[in-house]
Protein backbone atom coordinates (compact mmCIF):
# COMPACT_ATOMS: atom_id res chain seq x y z
CA UNK A 1 0.00 0.00 0.00
CA UNK A 2 1.68 3.47 -1.10
CA UNK A 3 1.88 6.13 1.42
CA UNK A 4 0.90 9.47 1.07
CA UNK A 5 2.62 12.38 3.52
CA UNK A 6 2.47 16.23 2.72
CA UNK A 7 4.48 18.29 4.58
CA UNK A 8 3.46 22.25 4.40
CA UNK A 9 6.42 24.54 5.88
CA UNK A 10 3.73 27.17 7.25
CA UNK A 11 -0.06 27.47 7.53
CA UNK A 12 -3.20 26.47 5.53
CA UNK A 13 -4.49 26.85 2.51
CA UNK A 14 -3.14 23.70 0.91
CA UNK A 15 -1.06 24.83 -2.52
CA UNK A 16 -3.39 24.54 -5.57
CA UNK A 17 -2.00 20.76 -7.09
CA UNK A 18 -1.24 19.28 -3.57
CA UNK A 19 -4.73 20.12 -3.12
CA UNK A 20 -5.56 17.78 -6.13
CA UNK A 21 -3.65 15.12 -4.85
CA UNK A 22 -4.52 15.01 -1.85
CA UNK A 23 -8.04 14.64 -2.20
CA UNK A 24 -7.46 11.98 -4.61
CA UNK A 25 -6.02 10.09 -2.44
CA UNK A 26 -8.97 10.86 0.05
CA UNK A 27 -11.58 9.55 -2.21
CA UNK A 28 -11.24 6.23 -2.11
CA UNK A 29 -13.80 6.37 0.43
CA UNK A 30 -16.58 8.48 1.43
CA UNK A 31 -15.68 8.66 5.30
CA UNK A 32 -14.57 11.99 6.68
CA UNK A 33 -11.15 13.45 6.35
CA UNK A 34 -10.18 14.28 10.14
CA UNK A 35 -8.55 17.77 11.39
CA UNK A 36 -6.44 17.30 14.23
CA UNK A 37 -5.12 20.26 15.79
CA UNK A 38 -4.37 22.00 19.15
CA UNK A 39 -7.30 23.91 20.41
CA UNK A 40 -6.99 27.87 20.77
CA UNK A 41 -10.03 30.50 21.11
CA UNK A 42 -11.58 30.96 17.80
CA UNK A 43 -10.44 27.77 16.22
CA UNK A 44 -14.06 27.03 14.51
CA UNK A 45 -13.56 30.42 12.57
CA UNK A 46 -10.33 29.33 11.38
CA UNK A 47 -10.96 25.69 10.20
CA UNK A 48 -12.28 26.80 6.49
CA UNK A 49 -8.23 27.67 6.03
CA UNK A 50 -8.13 23.72 5.55
CA UNK A 51 -11.29 22.57 4.26
CA UNK A 52 -11.80 25.53 1.53
CA UNK A 53 -9.86 24.12 -1.15
CA UNK A 54 -10.69 20.60 -0.58
CA UNK A 55 -14.60 21.25 -0.41
CA UNK A 56 -14.36 23.83 -3.94
CA UNK A 57 -13.12 19.69 -5.22
CA UNK A 58 -15.77 17.88 -3.25
CA UNK A 59 -14.57 16.60 0.00
CA UNK A 60 -17.15 17.98 2.06
CA UNK A 61 -17.20 15.76 5.73
CA UNK A 62 -14.92 16.60 8.24
CA UNK A 63 -14.16 15.40 11.58
CA UNK A 64 -13.02 18.23 13.79
CA UNK A 65 -10.68 17.26 16.74
CA UNK A 66 -9.62 19.81 18.98
CA UNK A 67 -7.22 18.44 22.15
CA UNK A 68 -7.03 18.45 24.38
CA UNK A 69 -10.67 18.28 24.94
CA UNK A 70 -11.33 15.71 22.68
CA UNK A 71 -11.47 12.43 24.22
CA UNK A 72 -8.50 9.92 23.27
CA UNK A 73 -10.79 7.60 22.53
CA UNK A 74 -12.84 9.79 20.51
CA UNK A 75 -9.82 11.10 18.21
CA UNK A 76 -9.01 7.10 17.86
CA UNK A 77 -12.16 6.04 16.55
CA UNK A 78 -12.49 8.65 13.94
CA UNK A 79 -9.02 8.39 12.83
CA UNK A 80 -9.57 4.96 12.56
CA UNK A 81 -12.72 6.09 10.17
CA UNK A 82 -11.18 8.83 8.04
CA UNK A 83 -10.37 8.72 4.29
CA UNK A 84 -7.76 11.49 4.92
CA UNK A 85 -5.68 13.15 8.13
CA UNK A 86 -4.88 16.83 8.47
CA UNK A 87 -2.59 17.98 11.14
CA UNK A 88 -2.45 21.61 12.07
CA UNK A 89 -0.12 24.08 12.96
CA UNK A 90 0.67 26.18 16.34
CA UNK A 91 2.93 24.91 19.45
CA UNK A 92 4.77 21.88 18.27
CA UNK A 93 5.98 21.20 21.72
CA UNK A 94 2.07 20.95 22.74
CA UNK A 95 1.36 18.81 19.45
CA UNK A 96 4.14 16.51 20.81
CA UNK A 97 2.58 16.72 23.97
CA UNK A 98 -0.50 15.68 23.27
CA UNK A 99 -0.21 13.52 19.51
CA UNK A 100 2.91 12.25 19.81
CA UNK A 101 3.21 11.07 23.70
CA UNK A 102 -0.49 9.56 23.40
CA UNK A 103 -1.82 6.60 22.09
CA UNK A 104 -3.21 8.42 18.70
CA UNK A 105 0.38 8.19 17.68
CA UNK A 106 -0.07 4.55 17.01
CA UNK A 107 -3.45 5.44 15.26
CA UNK A 108 -1.76 8.01 13.47
CA UNK A 109 1.18 4.96 12.27
CA UNK A 110 -1.60 2.78 10.97
CA UNK A 111 -3.87 4.85 9.04
CA UNK A 112 -0.82 6.19 7.26
CA UNK A 113 0.56 2.49 6.82
CA UNK A 114 -2.87 1.92 5.45
CA UNK A 115 -2.46 4.33 2.41
CA UNK A 116 -4.31 7.03 4.32
CA UNK A 117 -2.73 10.48 3.04
CA UNK A 118 -1.80 12.77 6.05
CA UNK A 119 -0.82 16.41 5.55
CA UNK A 120 1.13 18.21 8.47
CA UNK A 121 1.13 22.00 8.27
CA UNK A 122 4.07 23.61 9.97
CA UNK A 123 3.96 21.63 13.69
CA UNK A 124 1.93 18.99 11.88
CA UNK A 125 4.68 18.67 9.43
CA UNK A 126 7.70 19.01 12.30
CA UNK A 127 6.23 15.95 14.35
CA UNK A 128 5.56 13.68 11.47
CA UNK A 129 9.65 12.55 11.35
CA UNK A 130 11.23 10.03 13.68
CA UNK A 131 12.81 13.87 14.87
CA UNK A 132 11.03 16.41 15.86
CA UNK A 133 13.50 19.51 15.77
CA UNK A 134 12.24 22.48 17.25
CA UNK A 135 13.83 25.74 16.22
CA UNK A 136 14.85 28.00 18.81
CA UNK A 137 11.91 30.52 17.33
CA UNK A 138 9.67 27.77 18.05
CA UNK A 139 9.94 27.30 21.85
CA UNK A 140 10.35 29.52 24.96
CA UNK A 141 13.33 28.72 25.72
CA UNK A 142 14.56 29.86 22.50
CA UNK A 143 16.58 26.89 21.83
CA UNK A 144 17.32 24.11 19.62
CA UNK A 145 15.23 20.89 20.53
CA UNK A 146 14.49 17.43 19.64
CA UNK A 147 11.94 15.18 20.73
CA UNK A 148 10.45 12.31 19.55
CA UNK A 149 8.29 12.56 16.46
CA UNK A 150 5.19 10.29 15.27
CA UNK A 151 7.63 8.06 12.71
CA UNK A 152 5.72 8.39 9.46
CA UNK A 153 9.28 8.30 7.84
CA UNK A 154 12.68 7.99 9.06
CA UNK A 155 16.26 9.96 8.80
CA UNK A 156 14.46 12.62 7.20
CA UNK A 157 14.61 16.44 8.91
CA UNK A 158 12.24 18.99 8.62
CA UNK A 159 12.24 22.99 9.32
CA UNK A 160 9.52 24.80 8.53
CA UNK A 161 8.91 28.75 8.01
CA UNK A 162 12.62 28.09 6.30
CA UNK A 163 13.28 31.78 4.43
CA UNK A 164 10.74 33.68 6.48
CA UNK A 165 12.38 32.88 9.66
CA UNK A 166 16.03 32.95 8.24
CA UNK A 167 16.49 29.07 10.10
CA UNK A 168 19.18 27.79 7.77
CA UNK A 169 21.52 28.05 11.52
CA UNK A 170 18.76 26.02 13.22
CA UNK A 171 18.56 23.75 10.02
CA UNK A 172 22.68 23.07 10.29
CA UNK A 173 22.55 22.62 13.85
CA UNK A 174 19.92 19.53 13.30
CA UNK A 175 22.18 18.22 10.35
CA UNK A 176 25.22 17.92 12.81
CA UNK A 177 22.90 16.74 15.47
CA UNK A 178 21.67 13.70 13.20
CA UNK A 179 24.30 12.48 10.78
CA UNK A 180 23.36 10.78 7.75
CA UNK A 181 20.21 12.37 7.21
CA UNK A 182 17.97 13.79 4.33
CA UNK A 183 16.78 16.80 5.30
CA UNK A 184 14.48 19.87 4.00
CA UNK A 185 14.01 23.71 4.95
CA UNK A 186 10.52 24.43 3.77
CA UNK A 187 9.21 28.09 3.20
CA UNK A 188 5.59 29.49 3.90
CA UNK A 189 2.75 28.73 0.94
CA UNK A 190 5.20 25.41 0.29
CA UNK A 191 4.66 21.65 0.20
CA UNK A 192 6.87 19.00 0.14
CA UNK A 193 5.22 15.39 -0.98
CA UNK A 194 6.58 12.23 -0.21
CA UNK A 195 5.58 8.83 -1.52
CA UNK A 196 6.65 5.70 0.43
CA UNK A 197 8.52 8.07 2.45
CA UNK A 198 10.37 9.84 -0.56
CA UNK A 199 10.84 13.07 -2.17
CA UNK A 200 8.00 13.08 -4.89
CA UNK A 201 6.94 16.17 -5.63
CA UNK A 202 7.19 20.03 -4.34
CA UNK A 203 5.38 22.65 -4.99
CA UNK A 204 5.50 26.51 -3.75
CA UNK A 205 7.94 29.32 -2.81
CA UNK A 206 10.95 27.06 -1.65
CA UNK A 207 12.19 24.00 -0.66
CA UNK A 208 15.93 24.09 0.97
CA UNK A 209 19.11 21.16 1.83
CA UNK A 210 22.28 21.19 3.45
CA UNK A 211 24.32 18.72 1.55
CA UNK A 212 28.03 19.14 2.39
CA UNK A 213 27.95 22.02 4.40
CA UNK A 214 26.17 24.00 1.28
CA UNK A 215 22.88 25.06 1.20
CA UNK A 216 21.08 24.77 -1.92
CA UNK A 217 17.34 25.15 -2.98
CA UNK A 218 15.76 21.99 -4.63
CA UNK A 219 13.98 22.16 -7.80
Known amino acids: MDKHLF ?3 GGPPFTLNMTKQFVIKAST ?3 PVSILFIERDGWEQYMPKYTQALEEL ?5 Y ?3 LPSTPIEKVITCL ?3 SGLIIGGGNTNLYADYIVETAISNTIKEIYELGIP ?5 AGALISPEHC ?3 PKDNEQNEFQYRRGLGLISDVLIAVHFSQWNDETHLRNAVNKFNNHINYGIDENTC ?3 LNGYLESIEGCGVYSVENDIIRKIN
Not at 58 to 62: K, T, V, W
Not at 118 to 122: D, P, V
Open 29 to 31: TNA
Open 192 to 194: VYL
Open 118 to 122: IAGFS
Open 64 to 66: YLP
Open 7 to 9: LFG
Open 133 to 135: IIS
Open 58 to 62: GLNEF
Open 80 to 82: KNS
